[in-house]
T-cell receptor, first 115, second 112 residues
Framework: DAGITQSPRHKVTETGTPVTLRCHQT?????MYWYRQDPGHGLRLIHY???????DKGEVSDGYSVSRSKTEDFLLTLESATSSQTSVYFC??????????????FGPGTRLTVL | QKEVEQNSGPLSVPEGAIASLNCTYS??????FFWYRQYSGKSPELIMF????GDKEDGRFTAQLNKASQYVSLLIRDSQPSDSATYLC????????????FGPGTSLSVIP
């Protein structure tokens, strides 16, 4: 357990509404990541952060924004949710004391449904 | 586009058999590879990693890396029903040590 929590765990929303997902970690890790997971696509990186206020885009960043104002929190925002953003969203941190360099530890996931 | 490819399966093996999971990657510069296991409805967890050509063994798991062929595999010996899960292969591109590229995953079912 790398001390990662995600909230909410489940959310149903309507097309066009804004949605914010929160990732919280308790172990002061520098790197945090947001992925989405869809059948047949595995995990795809949305955005990641390498420090407070330092973020960068991943391969599927369109329609998403992120913010990191504190080390422990990494927020993912869907400004205007679309049905194509229905997915399971995982937050992850890059561990520094794991068995492998760049081992990633994942949160429990958030299941988002956009109607 | 740096890609990691896997056969999506499902792969079914009888209990006690060897399960062989395969992965290919397009970025010849990738140096490190990881195998994550993901149970249904759960988050992925790292089970093996490999940096060098050849085999790496950890209990019932063996990871194999062939950089010339751009091929990574995971062997699970004496497969158990508890090994039934999706296995995600991931590579670390040489040009970006901050980001891991995941394959689509292979679903494994071990039949009692």
């Amino acid at each position: 357990d790398a001390g990662i929590t995600q909230s909410p765990r489940h959310k149903v929303t309507e097309t066009g509404t804004p949605v914010t997902l929160r990732c919280h970690q308790t172990e002061n890790h520098r790197y945090m990541y947001w992925y989405r997971q869809d059948p047949g696509h595995g995990l795809r990186l949305i955005h990641y952060s390498y420090g407070v206020k330092d973020t960068d885009k991943g391969e599927v960043s369109d329609g998403y924004s992120v913010s990191r104002s504190k080390t422990e929190d990494f927020l993912l925002t869907l400004e205007s949710a679309t049905s194509s953003q229905t997915s399971v969203y995982f937050c992850a941190i890059k561990g520094t004391s794991g068995r492998a360099y760049n081992e990633q530890f994942f949160g429990p996931g958030t299941r988002l449904t956009v109607l | 586009q740096k890609e990691v490819e896997q056969n999506s399966g499902p792969l079914s093996v009888p209990e006690g058999a060897i399960a062989s999971l395969n992965c290919t990657y397009s970025d010849r510069g990738s140096q490190s590879f990881f195998w994550y296991r993901q149970y249904s409805g759960k988050s992925p967890e790292l089970i093996m990693f490999i940096y060098s050509n050849g085999d790496k063994e950890d209990g019932r798991f063996t990871a194999q890396l062939n950089k010339a062929s751009q091929y990574v595999s995971l062997l699970i010996r004496d497969s158990q029903p508890s090994d039934s899960a999706t296995y995600l292969c991931a590579g670390l591109p040489k040009t970006s040590y901050d980001k891991v590229i995941f394959g689509p995953g292979t679903s494994l079912s071990v039949i009692p």
